[in-house]
């Protein structure tokens, strides 16, 4: 559905967006994730016409933005960082005038009153933007961009602001979102790519430096598996068997106790398995394993990982 091919913008001798390539299939919800400054809203800007590329290509549905800017546009809808509102405008009068602009030719009533629906808007359609609150003005602009049911939907920053309570209120809508729809969600706060999205692209300094599925995005960058295990056992004597278990690479108490059981925390070799040798070697000395569980990296650390091992690589 999305193609970006080789994509260069260069505002004299700084590149902001350097050799950008990556593909965004029919129906889903992918991350485009990176710090301020990375070249994640110029990349969005040049996909939905806002920006000239310098040299590459985009293209939505098959059809080159650059050259075929209105045929392409009617595939996307786009909300900005900053929501293009009227605040003069009631709700209503707005997402007429958006219909009228993009020249919409679904049934009016009908298909304004489904995204008002949608995006939870109905109760205040008579109201002037600039009487609601932040949170209701994003529901607006997600509006505006689902005003022609076009099938893919770009978010720049969508929860920049918000309170808590209107942050989950905007990611459960982009959720319900990508089940109809293919959505690009560009922003720098990693619990937001996290809980909304089935893929992660990492920008960095104006190149992918990472393209991966959620829950594969760790072992991209640490094949090394951790478990924590809870084992009823004497501390000074379980640790050191722990780490003689083929395989563990280390072994730390991790200071959670309950009663006489403790938690350890086990790093092992890439590629091994150490469950099975686990449980024997415990059940050889009656210590009763309670717990089990593996422990991936959080994104943030993912994140910090990545970045620092493409900022070797580039000084090496």
């Not at 003005?137 to 978010?155: D, K, S, T």
């Not at 009656?286 to 089990?292: A, D, R, S, V």
Request: proline share 4%.
């Amino acid at each position: 559905m999305i193609d970006i091919s080789h994509l260069v913008k260069k505002y004299g001798s700084k590149y902001a967006v350097t050799d950008v390539s990556f593909h965004v299939g029919e129906g889903e919800v992918v991350g485009f994730l990176g710090p301020n400054g990375a070249g994640k809203s110029t990349t969005m800007n040049i996909l939905t016409g806002y920006l000239s590329s310098t040299s590459g290509e985009a293209k939505v549905g098959g059809i080159d933005i650059l050259e075929n800017p209105d045929e392409a546009k009617k595939l996307i809808g786009f909300l900005p960082e900053q929501p293009p509102l009227y605040v003069d405008m009631t709700v209503d009068e707005y997402l007429n005038f958006v219909y009228d602009i993009k020249a919409c030719k679904l049934n009016r009533v009908k298909h304004l009153e489904e995204i008002r629906k949608v995006t939870k808007i109905d109760d205040v359609k008579k109201r002037l933007i600039g009487n609601l609150s932040k949170g209701y003005r994003q529901r607006v602009g997600i509006a505006q961009a689902l005003v022609g049911n076009p099938p893919v939907i770009i978010f720049d920053e969508p929860t920049v602001g918000l309170d808590p309570k209107q942050i989950i209120e905007i990611r459960n809508l982009i959720r319900a979102l990508g089940k109809n729809h293919t959505v690009i969600l560009s922003t720098h706060i990693l619990s937001e790519v996290q809980s909304v999205c089935d893929r992660i692209i990492i920008i960095n300094d104006g190149r992918i430096i990472a393209d991966e599925k959620t829950e594969n995005i760790t072992e991209a960058v640490d094949q090394h598996r951790r478990y924590d295990v809870k084992v009823a056992g004497p501390q000074k004597d379980v640790l050191p068997a722990l780490r003689a278990i083929p395989g563990v690479t280390s072994a730390e108490l991790t200071g959670e106790r309950e009663l006489d059981s403790y938690v350890y925390r086990l790093e092992t070799a890439q590629g091994t398995d150490v469950r099975k040798p686990l449980f024997y070697a415990m059940a050889e000395k009656n210590w009763p394993i309670l717990g089990l569980e593996s422990v991936g990296m959080n994104l943030e650390e993912v994140f910090v990982r990545i970045t620092e091992r493409a900022d070797s690589q580039r000084g090496a």
